[in-house]
T-cell receptor
Framework: EAQVTQNPRYLITVTGKKLTVTCSQN?????MSWYRQDPGLGLRQIYY???????DKGDVPEGYKVSRKEKRNFPLILESPSPNQTSLYFC???????????FGPGTRLTVL | AQSVAQPEDQVNVAEGNPLTVKCTYS??????LFWYVQYPNRGLQFLLK??????LVKGSYGFEAEFNKSQTSFHLKKPSALVSDSALYFC????????????FGQGTTLQVKP
């Protein structure tokens, strides 16, 4: 089944404790992206990647890092999480940046 | 700046009645428009898109959307609503730059009552 998977689905952590949210797609998509969803703000792009080893900042990149060492994986790294990063995170992928994006199931992160 | 507006936080319809979820956009140039649906505790699912061509776009689960350039609107419609259509609906426009990002509206909660 073609899909985007994210792990973990739910995470509660404390301020300053490094964490990684994994994202993997099995559709051989070149384009991948991370969004965060907050009430009243819709979804906002954090980082995106056009292809392996090509990443760039979205609208809200502060406090996040990403890497794209393999085509299928696009992990989101929070080096020192803070409470304002409590949010619902979505990974998405597409065949190219102009095509419809397929979203993962989301990761609900709470930073205490 | 590019933007998408969904003027209604919530839309309530009775099962079997037609539904409309409104969306207006503001972009320079030709818009690439999308509708997504989000069910509770699930990711966003693609419903349909408008790139070019026919102004009436048909999508998944019996949904369709009408692109109106003069009114800068892209309203989502369905002739006969189902209770299972109850969900959060997002309209989005592709950013005109090179980021590939989707610019989302705030979302509209659709409640279909039996």
């Amino acid at each position: 089944e073609a899909q985007v998977t994210q792990n973990p689905r739910y995470l509660i952590t404390v301020t300053g404790k490094k964490l990684t949210v994994t994202c993997s797609q099995n559709m051989n998509h070149e384009y991948m992206s991370w969004y965060r969803q907050d009430p009243g703000l819709g979804l906002r792009q954090i980082y995106y990647s056009m292809n392996v080893e090509v990443t760039d900042k979205g609208d809200v990149p502060e406090g996040y890092k990403v890497s794209r060492k393999e085509k299928r994986n696009f992990p989101l790294i929070l080096e020192s999480p803070s409470p304002n990063q409590t949010s619902l995170y979505f990974c998405a992928s597409a065949t190219g940046r102009w095509n419809e994006q397929f979203f993962g199931p989301g990761t609900r992160l709470t930073v205490l | 700046a590019q933007s998408v507006a969904q003027p209604e936080d919530q839309v309530n319809v009775a099962e079997g009645n037609p539904l409309t979820v409104k969306c207006t956009y503001s972009v320079s140039g030709n818009p690439y428009l999308f509708w997504y649906v989000q069910y509770p505790n699930r990711g966003l699912q693609f419903l349909l898109k408008y790139i070019t061509g026919d102004n009436l776009v048909k999508g998944s689960y019996g949904f369709e959307a009408e692109f109106n350039k003069s009114q800068t609107s892209f309203h989502l419609k369905k002739p006969s609503a189902l209770v299972s259509d109850s969900a959060l609906y997002f309209c989005a426009v592709r950013d005109q730059g090179n980021t590939g990002k989707l610019i989302f509206g705030q979302g509209t909660t659709l409640q279909v009552k039996p």
